[in-house]
């Protein structure tokens, strides 16, 4: 892999922490993401899943972890199978994990083939009265590709008929959520990787340049510090195309008195980074523009100030709203009697802040978590409001990533350039 060699402390770690949220007899099984196909002989880049790899490290597909805590047999306790490698494999792909890497990796003793998973299993199941197992459990879920472990739960269903099944997600979702100093310092390292990524490209965006061109440096500063590329896809919106929330297109020249609204960031170790940044392609906003970006930026300081323990996650929306309201107002954009007349269920800011506010953030962008979990230290959520105005060609959205502690905050992204005097500054020098 790209990444240095993490600690397999933190995968113990975590492995320990399931263990502890348990059932007494129970099995947890987890597979790793397929690898998809395009066409023909194609196929997409391998993308792990993250669970797997919260709790064991590897990050090779046609993997296998099986935990039985309470087995009779301590060597069948934890359990993990890896695809063996052969000549012809490692002229074409590059050798995989031997037994010993995937212990080195993982902290796990007891290492498999996967071929040789139903035989091993067998010993296993028997032992079990319960069974966890895992699904993608997303309110924002929608595709419908069914994965190695939508297949699994189906197979296993008529193999195993008596067992008593029983969701893993929600014991993920309450461990993911609270990230352990070594994840945090994975994070602050896709952070940092984010941000030298767009002081590069402060020092290119003019006029005249596309928007693919600016992805282009992007991505060759990320990869050249060990990051696989970007985090999600990357929008790069100049103009107009600034006020579609998630332009893809990249396709567009950017012109003098453009802003040129970026959500792009650096995936490091398979935790990803999420940056916004709206920058002036001539180097200097007008004053219209720096008029709405100081809205902009005055809600993202108000929100980040409310991302502390103990809050709750639609209490500090409803309240980043009310903020936004007042902002709106005095751009001109609302009108009081159009609060006043607005249905609860559509506020009236909504037209030029339609989506929320703040996001777990992790091993996914929309990292797993709870949302009527009170927020708790170790959790990290993205701040990133913004106001588009279709009519005026011109959309600002400002984000950085925030971690949670006991005793208030701490911004991962403090030190790149949000403020518009610094940004105009770094372009210009």
Not at 169 to 183: C, G, N, T
Not at 247 to 254: E, S
Request: hydrophobic share 40%.
């Amino acid at each position: 892999m790209r990444y240095a060699p993490i600690d397999k402390a933190l995968f113990i770690e975590n492995r320990a922490r399931l263990v502890a949220l348990l059932k007494p007899g129970s099995l947890v099984i987890l597979h790793a993401n397929d690898i998809m196909p395009t066409s023909a002989d194609g196929s997409m880049g391998f993308r792990q899943n993250p669970d797997l790899f919260y709790l064991t490290g590897v990050d090779q597909e046609e993997t296998m972890l099986v935990l039985c805590p309470q087995h009779p047999d301590p060597k069948l306790r934890e359990v993990l199978f890896v695809r063996e490698t052969n000549d012809l494999i490692a002229i074409w792909e590059g050798e995989k994990l031997t037994k010993a890497q995937a212990t080195e990796v993982s902290g796990i003793q007891s290492i498999f083939w996967t071929h040789q998973f139903e035989n091993v299993f067998r010993n296993i199941v028997f032992q079990s009265e319960q069974v966890y197992l895992n699904t993608n459990e997303h309110t924002r879920k929608d595709s419908p590709v069914e994965t190695r472990e939508s297949r699994f739960l189906t197979e296993f269903k008529i193999k195993y008929p008596l067992h008593t099944l029983l969701r893993l997600a929600p014991l993920m979702h309450a461990l993911r959520a609270i990230k352990q100093p070594a994840e945090i310092a994975l994070l602050q390292k896709a952070c940092d990787i984010t941000g030298q990524g767009f002081e590069r490209l402060l020092k290119f965006v003019k006029p005249g340049v596309q928007e693919f061109e600016v992805e282009a440096e992007l991505l060759h500063e990320f990869v050249r510090n060990r990051s696989r590329g970007f985090a999600y896809q990357p929008i790069i919106a100049s103009g107009a195309n600034a006020c579609v929330l998630h332009y893809i297109q990249n396709d567009r020249t950017c012109e003098a008195g453009d802003v040129l609204l970026l959500d792009v960031a650096a995936e490091y170790a398979n935790y990803g980074a999420d940056l916004s940044r709206s920058i002036p392609v001539s180097g200097r906003f007008t004053p219209r523009q720096r008029e709405v970006y100081d809205a902009v930026l005055r809600v993202f300081k108000a929100a980040k100030g409310m991302l502390v323990a103990g809050n709750l996650w639609d209490e500090y929306h409803q309240e980043v709203g009310r903020i936004m309201e007042n902002e709106l107002i005095g751009l001109q954009l609302i009108t009081r009697e159009d609060i006043e007349k607005q249905d609860p269920e559509r506020p009236a800011y909504q037209k030029y802040f339609p989506h929320g506010t703040s996001h777990f953030l992790g091993l996914d962008i929309h990292d797993v978590g709870n949302k009527y979990r009170r927020f708790e230290a170790g959790m990290v959520f993205t701040c990133e409001p913004g106001i588009y105005i279709r009519e005026e060609k011109l959309g600002i959205r400002l984000e950085n990533d925030i971690l949670i502690t006991a005793d208030g905050n701490i911004d991962l992204m403090a030190n790149i350039p949000i403020e518009a005097e610094e940004i105009e500054e770094l372009m210009h020098r």
